[in-house]
């Protein structure tokens, strides 16, 4: 059950686009449809993002999007605003029953 | 509206027990898989446990393996997480978390109870 591997630290301008990138394995990622990206502030739990790669929970921006190719996952986040800078985490399903999550990245909007 | 409020946490010495509990509201209970998660100070969130809707299957990381005991009472809409033989490297804010679906994201979180394990 090792760590998903992500980026320690991204960070760009506000307007700009960046992308998180998770890399698991073929028993994760690779195996299932199953990934998704938490936003995490300061002090406060975990807020849901991205469900099942792509999917938007309600009243999520569409500035968020997310994709995947064989085991890597990734999270676009386009027009950054300020109120984006906080820790992501990716996380996926895997094929012992059990969840993973990736280490987290925290997003720096300069 | 989905609320979810953990209960239990606090200060325990090495080797000792803890339980959570996880109350739930705004949802059908008895539906959805449950979860702890944690997430020890400044560090990354780590999936603990998971049990099915109907309780009978529970699953574990293999950091807390035989010393940690997920369940629920779908009758009082309550989540449980029993922890024995604590080691300082549980020390963490623990989650409790609704599941989408089996094998799906994490919807729902409530607001973490802190556990410390220190003498």
């Known amino acids: 059950q090792s760590a998903l591997t992500q980026p320690a630290s991204v960070s760009g301008s506000p307007g700009q686009s960046i992308t998180i990138s998770c890399t698991g394995t073929s028993s994760d990622i690779g195996d299932y449809n199953s990934v998704s990206w938490y936003q995490q502030h300061p002090g406060k739990a975990p807020k849901l993002m991205i469900y099942?790669?792509?999917n938007r929970p309600s009243g999520i921006s569409n500035r968020f999007s997310g994709s995947k190719s064989g085991n890597t996952a990734s999270l676009t986040i386009s027009g950054l605003q300020a109120e984006d800078e906080a820790d992501y985490y990716c996380?996926?399903?895997?094929?012992?029953?059990?969840?993973?999550f990736g280490g987290g990245t925290k997003l720096t909007v300069l | 509206e989905v609320q979810l409020l953990e209960s239990g946490g606090g200060l325990v010495q090495p080797g000792g027990s803890l339980r959570l509990s996880c109350g739930a509201s705004?949802?059908?209970?008895?539906?959805?898989?449950m979860n702890w998660v944690r997430q020890a100070p400044g560090k990354g969130l780590e999936w603990v446990s998971v049990i099915r809707g109907g309780g009978s299957y529970t699953y574990y990381a293999d950091s807390v393996k035989g010393r940690f005991t997920i369940s629920r009472d779908n009758a009082k809409d309550t989540l449980y997480l029993q922890m024995n033989s604590l080691r300082a490297d549980d020390t963490a804010i623990y989650y409790c978390?609704?599941?989408?679906?089996?094998?799906?994201?994490?919807?729902?979180w409530g607001q973490g109870a802190l556990v410390t394990v220190s003498s």
């Open positions: 705004g949802f059908t209970f008895s539906n959805y898989a």
């Open positions: 099942d790669v792509r």
């Open positions: 996380s996926s399903y895997t094929n012992f029953n059990t969840w993973v």
């Open positions: 978390a609704k599941t989408t679906q089996w094998r799906g994201a994490f919807d729902y």
